[in-house]
């Protein structure tokens, strides 16, 4: 049977997907619901075909870097295994039913209805949703089938360990067929019912929400869990039931709240832990600096830093300053907008941000202030083992501009995510020069490739793009 270690044991066999059309069947505004992608609001001046082949592009890239690399290693597609599911009961109607079903869940009442037999001829593009789902129906229009618009980010699916593969459970409902279409996989493919045990579903437990993103096993007998909008304690502590000889960490990214306060310096900290932290080898992982407040200090240096700029933004934004003259008061509304997500409240959750919670055979154990530092203290991790994301600070004649550059110049958006393909060598783009230095000191060697895509837009990153399923 597969399995998968730890995050450093070289890679075998992993699901890849480079994804289709299927996220632009929206109008170009900004939301998140199942015909939508972020990119067609935001960047609204690139059309949809440009922005895929750049996506396309890079995918392209990402999987020969991991091929020369790991020439053994064998990548499957996503949509193949769905299609070779599907192929492999074509005969039997009661199990392709079956199949079909699953891979729509909630939603196969009114596509059973549409369809009516049709369903017997779906291929996995249909069931992907990669044909405009915006169909005529006599004077008006109705919706066809909804697309799977972040397939792309396939690490989110599940997570394999060493005693199994987790199904994840996602928040998001317009979200769920992600998880649906991976069941009717895994449950049926024959590659994968032969190689792939199948320890926990977390759908059947109510409240129980975790995505891949959030996941990795820095050593054989312990898994980390990200605790934000993605994952949350609920699916630890289940976990942890699961896994009664492994420690489950915890650490605390900032609250939900935060979530949807895009391509912002909070927003950041809110996403999945692989843009925090990434194991690189034994004893050695890539983390962001200060937000688990390490090095130490770090969390009072953040909220102080970002005092400073409220004040500032208070004192001398233009048109607050013209009110002050004036002897008037500003309004509510106007002085929100001058400050953005830079309030008292908002800076002062950052002093709970990166501590950790420690579980074992589904109970909370301990709690610590700094997620690296209880690694440290467990020997799970070596003193002299941590890298910084933006490389050592010594690089920057300031430690704010090392701060800044940390989250944006040097990282893209994109901040720790590393695909780690074996002990010592990682997969990264090559916009990472700080970075890659820093890793190369502390002896990891950096496999890149060229991403433009992820240069203009951030993501979908490294670690996003592998579900590995057997490391050894």
């Known amino acids: ?16 997907e480079p994804g289709g059309m299927e996220r632009y069947w929206a109008l170009p505004i900004w939301g998140n619901y199942p015909l939508a992608w972020n990119d067609a609001g935001i960047y609204a001046q690139f059309n949809r075909t440009s922005l895929e082949r750049q996506r396309r592009d890079m995918r392209c890239r990402q999987f020969k870097a991991v091929k020369d690399e790991l020439p053994n290693v064998k990548l499957l597609y996503y949509r193949d295994l769905l299609q070779e599911t599907l192929d492999e009961y074509r005969e039997d109607k009661a199990r392709l039913k079956k199949i079909t079903a699953t891979c ?70 317009w979200r769920s067929r992600e998880d649906e279409v991976t069941r009717a996989i895994f449950e049926n493919h024959p590659l994968l019912t032969k190689n792939v045990k199948v320890i926990l579903d977390l759908s059947e437990t109510e409240g ?22 993605h994952s949350n304690r609920e699916a630890c502590k289940e976990i942890s039931k699961a896994l009664p000889d492994k420690t ?30 990434a194991v690189l080898d034994e004893g050695k992982a890539l983390c962001a600096p200060y937000i688990f407040d390490h090095p130490k200090g ?35 509304e106007l002085k929100r907008r001058a400050i953005g997500e830079l309030t008292d409240k908002r800076i002062a959750t950052i002093a709970d941000m990166g501590g950790v919670e420690i579980y074992k055979k589904g109970k909370r ?102 579900f590995p399923l057997w490391r050894e």
């Open 298 to 332: 770090g969390r009072k240096f953040l909220i102080k830093l970002l005092s400073t700029m409220r004040k500032d933004l208070l004192e001398w934004h233009p048109i607050l300053r013209s009110y002050k003259e004036a002897g008037k008061k500003p309004p509510e």
């Open 1 to 16: 049977m597969w399995t998968v270690k730890t995050k450093y044991d070289e890679m075998k066999v992993a699901i890849v």
């Open 104 to 173: 729509f869940a909630w939603d196969w009442p009114r596509i059973e209805k549409w369809l009516g037999n049709r369903w017997m001829d779906l291929d996995a593009d249909a069931i992907l949703g990669r044909d405009c789902p915006i169909l005529k129906d006599g004077s008006g229009y109705k919706i066809g089938i909804r697309p799977l618009p972040w397939l792309n980010n396939i690490s989110e699916e599940g997570w394999m360990t060493s005693e199994g593969l987790i199904y994840n459970n996602k928040r998001d409902w």
């Open 208 to 229: 129980c929400y975790v995505e891949g993103g959030d996941m990795t096993a820095p050593s054989e007998d312990s898994l980390v869990i990200g605790i934000g909008w």
């Open 365 to 466: 154990v301990a709690a610590k202030d700094s997620f690296i530092d209880a690694l440290i203290e467990d020997g799970v991790l070596d003193s002299d083992g941590v890298v910084y994301s933006g490389g050592d600070p010594d690089y920057y004649p300031s430690e704010a501009e090392f701060v800044f550059s940390a989250f944006t110049w040097e990282t893209a958006g994109t901040s720790c995510c590393v695909e780690c393909l074996k002990p010592g060598v990682v997969l990264t783009y090559d916009s990472f020069p700080n970075t890659i230095k820093a890793m190369k000191e502390h002896g990891v060697r950096s496999v890149t490739y060229h991403a433009h895509y992820q240069e203009r837009f951030g993501g979908p990153c490294q670690d996003c793009s592998f």
């Open 248 to 277: 489950i960490y915890a650490p605390i990214k900032i609250p939900d709240s935060f979530k949807h306060e895009p391509e912002t310096f909070m927003w950041h900290m809110t996403w999945h832990l692989d843009g925090m932290f």
